[in-house]
T-cell receptor, first 112, second 115 residues
């Protein structure tokens, strides 16, 4: 079973739409959770960390449900510049190092 | 902010040759560096974790004799793909973790094509 599972999409949405991505993880001992954004042929960049209480950063809202081992990302008022692949990432401390486990990513295309 | 560079950004080599990729943390000391690879339409897969001055820890299925990792200083780690074959063609990305937090900062990646 994969450490992190995501719906690969693609999600094609019009500008201004609200879109939600979901992710599940298999290791109940995971400690930290993130959403990264990856543009085509580029390295991943941290979008936001995800906390149990839920957190918001502008148009982006992330939620974590530890009991269900489920993470979500909501994007409101989509912009063309939001088009990218969104990676769900889970970390756990292994042999003293913080190992990150990446989902395959969900591809979003925002259409004018 | 923390900056990580990789060199080269793109390399094309012939089958059987070796390729060295450098990963540098430019404005912080990286106690731990990670090497990932990403095949098209797949997720980043951790290859190995390296700590300065000690041997790298390889993930299951990654051949340590084929992917040589050297982490000689707190700002530099190198990955050498030895006797490269076409199936090694991939996007190799490094990340560095500082001593003050567990956040990983990613390099821009190196696209390797083996012909």
């Amino acid at each position: 079973r994969k450490e992190v599972e995501q719906d690969p999409g693609p999600f094609n949405v019009p500008e201004g739409a609200t879109v939600a991505f979901n992710c599940t993880y298999s290791n109940s001992a995971s400690q930290s959770f993130f959403w990264y954004r990856q543009d085509c042929r580029k390295e991943p960049k941290l979008l936001m960390s995800v906390y149990s209480s839920g957190n918001e950063d502008g148009r982006f809202t992330a939620q974590l449900n530890r009991a269900s081992q489920y993470i979500s990302l909501l994007i409101r008022d989509s912009k063309l510049s939001d088009s990218a692949t969104y990676l769900c990432v889970v970390s756990s401390i292994k042999t003293g190092a913080n190992n990150l486990f990446f989902g395959t990513g969900t591809r979003l295309t925002v259409i004018p | 902010g923390a900056v990580v560079s990789q060199h080269p950004s793109r390399v094309i080599c012939k089958s059987g040759t070796s390729v060295k990729i450098e990963c540098r943390s430019l404005d912080f000391q990286a106690t731990t560096m990670f090497w990932y690879r990403q095949f098209p339409k797949q997720s980043l897969m951790l290859m190995a974790t390296s700590n300065e001055g000690s041997k790298a820890t390889y993930e299951q299925g990654v051949e340590k004799d084929k992917f040589l990792i050297n982490h000689a200083s707190l700002t530099l780690s190198t990955l050498t793909v030895t006797s490269a074959h076409p199936e090694d063609s991939s996007f190799y990305i490094c990340s560095a973790e500082g001593s003050s937090s567990y956040e990983q900062y990613f390099g821009p990646g190196t696209r390797l094509t083996v012909t």
